[in-house]
């Protein structure tokens, strides 16, 4: 496997979290640097592949983006098989999204290979006078999971592309 130095450096990064936090539009800003207000449902799971330069070094993204919905947790395994990198959204703007964080870690700690890097996003970075939740309470969550935090907006590209460049990071140490 890693006689190909190529496919060393290609990774699958997965995107988890409840259902409107902007899964969808990250991705989206990442990898074609647009932004819909109308953002159609995620149906099932797709993927989008972009370079990710690193200290001159090119990591090939493979970032995949599903439904948040239960009915399609029957794919969960599969979805999570192979991956290196999850990145675990909400939505600053909404409580409920924060609260369910622990019912992805949790999936996570099931379903996804042990080795995996994890990210917390907190997304709609845009919405600063709508937010919800405590800086202290993320914190808490974050630092308890010894995870890197990064807040985002997909709709003025925030952090977007820092999110990715970090998990590379992250991963070129541990790996
Ligand atoms: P998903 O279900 O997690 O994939 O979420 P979507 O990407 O479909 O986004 C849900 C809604 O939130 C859409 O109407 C998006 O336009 C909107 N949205 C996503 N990201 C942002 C953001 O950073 N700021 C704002 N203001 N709206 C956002
Ligand atoms: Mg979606």
Partial sequence: ESENSKQENVLKIVLIGASGVGKTSIVE???KNIF???QRKTIGSTFLSKVCVVDEKPYYLNVWDTA????????????YRDTNIAILCFDLTKETSFRELDHWY???QTSAPRNVILLICGNKKDLEEQR????IEIEEWVSKRNCIYLETSAKD???VNSLFENACQL???KF
């Fill in 171 to 173: 991963f070129s140490e």
């Fill in 68 to 79: 948040g919905e239960e009915r399609f947790h029957s794919l969960v395994k599969l979805y």
């Fill in 29 to 31: 800003r990442f990898a």
């Fill in 157 to 159: 590209g925030t952090n």
């Fill in 106 to 108: 949790q999936e996570l």
């Fill in 132 to 135: 919800e939740i405590e800086d």
């Fill in 36 to 38: 819909n207000e109308q």
